[in-house]
Structure formats: structure tokens, C-alpha cells
């Protein structure tokens, strides 16, 4: 778990009246236009909750104590404390509503950047179990169940209603993270394979495509294929973007994964395992 702390934001401790257990938590999106530049930009996630925080406080006619969710969740997979533990959420529309569950709010949106990565579906479910082991019980619900409002969103609502399961590969992937190379304690990344090129096909594509998504890169409801098509190669672009040491000299928008880069990706995806 990626946790940063109200601490680390420099929030005071929140003011939210004490809750002590819920019967589970819901889930909930911004439901408003949110920038698809997070994905490229984790210092972009700190500015939205942030803000987020500061509207709510600035609400008076809602008159909250706090940002209203316990906690967050960015593309990158790091779980943002809002009240925190053992804190009455003031999200879920109603006094009774705040005091059946908690709330973790996923930084998605209705428009731009719509669809959670797996990273983020993971800090979702990273905030999930942590709120269980303080006082949460077994029940995960979108902000819609007992609620009219769309949130949160089709996307993040069809994860729920299967249970907010972590990310697993899809058609028959396996999602176990690989093993260091020889079985050694130093992380060793795969070599990188031949052929792997956008508008090509290869076994070698469906790699690359889980470790973008490990890393937020790549959209959670992207199928694995063999085909490093438009949407690996713009996961790869968002990679690029980031750690623009990996891209090649005199290109600003770089689809093509090359081996420095290929090996950076899955250690720092893998390497801490």
C-alpha cells in the first residue's frame, strides 16, 4: 500500500466527529470533468484532492469539517488519507448514509479522465481492507446504492457490483507479479523482447501492457492482447511523458518502448517485491 498521510499533505488533524465502525464503504467518483493529465503527472493528483478538500471546506450551505471522503484514490495507486480512520464520512448524502459507511472517492471523473487504472482500483481496494481492519464491516457499495446520483459512474460501479476485486489479468491473464529473474534476491527485469513495436503483434505486448497498468499508465479496462496497438502505445507515450530520459532524442510524443525504458518499467513496477 502506497499511503500518503494527511501529515505528508500537511493537513491538520480532522476535525470529522469520531465513527467508530460502518457497515462497510462506498465508493464514489468526482462526477465532474477531471484532467487525464493526472495520468501523466502524480503531482496533479496531490493539487485535486487538495482542491477538493478546500471546496468542501469552503462549502458553507454543506457546512463540512473536512473533505468529505476517508480517503482517495489516484491513477497512480496511492491512497490519499482524507478524515481517515474511524472518521464519519460527510459523502454519502444523508446523516444515516454517513454513519452505514465509509467512503473512498476514486479521482475519476464523468468527463476527461473517466476510467480508473488498475493501480487505482488497487488503492481502492488497498483503502477497503484498511478501513476493515479499524472498524469497517464486510459490505462495498457505490455511492448510488440508497442514493439517487449516477455516482460513482458506470466504470468504477460495474467493479463494485463484482465486488472490488484487485486487478487481475483479463481474458485468462495471470495477475501474480513476476518473480525476480533466476530467483535471486536483485530484481532482474526481463530481457527485452524482439519485435515489440507499435502496430505490431506479440506475446510480449500483453507485458508491457500489465506493467502500465501496474504503473498507472494504462486504463484498467484495457483487454491484454497481443496487439501493441493505440492504446499501449499511448499508455507508453504517458510513460515517456514522465520519465522523459527513456524517450528517444527529438520526439515529444514517443509510443515506442525501447530496452532502457522496458527495463526502468518493470523494476520499478516489480523491483520492490
Known sequence: MKLITRADLGWPASAAPSQLTAKGVKVHYEGTHVSPALLDDHDLCIKEWKAIRAAHLANKKEGYSDVAYNYAACPHGFLLEGRGLRRRTGANGNQPLNIAHYAI??????EGLTEPTDAMLSAIRDG????????????????????????????????????????????????????????????????FPTGLRPNSKSPSARGLQKVMKKLGFLAASVPYADNYGPQT?????????????????????????????????????????
Open 128 to 191: 477497503i481492507d484498511l478501513l476493515r481492519k479499524h472498524g469497517a464491516g464486510s459490505e462495498i457499495k457505490g455511492h448510488r446504492d440508497g442514493y439517487a446520483t449516477t455516482c460513482p459512474g458506470t466504470l468504477l460501479y460495474d467493479w463494485v457490483k463484482k465486488g472490488a476485486p484487485r486487478p487481475s489479468g483479463q481474458d485468462g491473464q495471470d495477475d501474480t507479479d513476476p518473480p525476480p529473474a533466476g530467483g535471486g534476491t536483485t530484481y532482474e527485469p526481463p530481457a
Open 233 to 273: 502505445q499511448e499508455a507508453v507515450a504517458r510513460f515517456h511523458n514522465k520519465y522523459t530520459q527513456f524517450r528517444a532524442l527529438g520526439i515529444k510524443h514517443d509510443t515506442a518502448i525501447g530496452p532502457r525504458g522496458w527495463a526502468f518499467a518493470h523494476t520499478k513496477a516489480y523491483g520492490g517485491k
Open 105 to 110: 472517492v476514486g479521482l475519476v471523473g464523468s
